[in-house]
Nanobody, 129 residues
Framework: QVQLVESGGASVQSGDSLRLSCTAS????????VAWFRQSGGNEREAVAC????????RYADEAQGRFTISRDNNKSTVYLQMTSLKTMDTAVYSC??????????????????????WGQGTQVTVAS
């Protein structure tokens, strides 16, 4: 079955750290970029970070730069999002997604939700003050 499954969401305190995982199955994972998005309340889904298939190209949203780290272990078909110094504004459902496109060298992974084709179910992160 072709799918992405997120895990690692939790309720934490402001300033804490958390690591989310996104595990793929049913397809050749290391060919494609993966991104983390988040959505809270009625807000629009926003990109957090993305990583290309080979892991050599990474992009972060401004809010994530310096606090979050995206990485991938293709041997485990898993992408991670390490989050540190969490703030209440980070409270959201975090979802990972992959784009069925092998990106050539020099082309960055996309940061728009409509660029992505396969989504996980999401994992809740709640940060209390």
């Amino acid at each position: 079955q072709v799918q992405l499954v997120e895990s690692g969401g939790a309720s934490v305190q402001s300033g804490d750290s958390l690591r989310l995982s996104c595990t793929a199955s049913g397809f050749t994972f290391d060919h494609y970029p993966v991104a983390w998005f988040r959505q809270s309340g009625g807000n629009e889904r926003e990109a957090v970070a993305c990583i290309k298939g080979d892991g050599k190209s990474i992009r972060y949203a401004d809010e994530a730069q310096g606090r979050f780290t995206i990485s991938r272990d293709n041997n485990k078909s898993t992408v991670y999002l390490q989050m540190t110094s969490l703030k209440t504004m980070d409270t959201a459902v975090y979802s990972c997604a992959t784009d069925w496109l092998v990106l050539p060298d020099g082309v960055n992974c996309p940061m728009k939700y409509y660029e992505y084709d396969l989504w996980g179910q999401g994992t809740q992160v709640t940060v209390a003050s």
